[in-house]
């Protein structure tokens, strides 16, 4: 089992930057996959950023590419979600989620995560 908490959200500017953080707790955190989704209000729940078991491979969704980067430290059983140039589209609760499988190649698939956090609020103005 995997229990995650979030924490960085926040209010910023269009433009300016923000570090969402998710700490893991159990064993078996540096065996999965790790994603951050978000959720505006009236829509579905995205995968923005996923990374590998061992960190060597990530996704982004093509509306944050180029602008988000996703890491993770398994020592510290963190992931990390970097946003910068925000803007007022990217506002919405974001969610760290853990896979349900070990050692998985399908860290850019929806459906692998089985794992979620409580979310923390990312808030954009224009």
């Known amino acids: 089992q995997v229990q995650l908490v979030e924490s960085g959200g926040g209010l910023v500017q269009a433009g300016g930057s923000l570090r969402l953080s998710c700490a893991a707790s159990?064993?078996?955190?540096?065996?999965?996959?790790l994603g951050w989704f978000r959720q505006a209000p009236g829509k579905e729940r995205e995968l923005v950023a996923a990374?590998?078991?061992?960190?060597?491979?990530?996704y982004y969704a093509d509306l944050v590419k180029g602008r988000f980067t996703i890491s993770r430290d398994n020592a510290k059983s963190t992931v990390l979600l970097q946003m910068n140039s925000l803007k007022p589209e990217d506002t919405a609760l974001y969610y760290c989620?853990?896979?349900?499988?070990?050692?998985?190649?399908?860290?850019?698939?929806?459906?692998?995560?089985?794992?979620w956090g409580q979310g923390t609020q990312v808030t954009v103005s224009s």
């Open positions: 990374i590998n078991w061992s960190g060597r491979n990530t």
């Open positions: 159990g064993r078996t955190f540096s065996r999965r996959a």
């Open positions: 989620a853990a896979g349900e499988n070990y050692y998985s190649g399908n860290y850019g698939d929806r459906d692998e995560y089985d794992y």
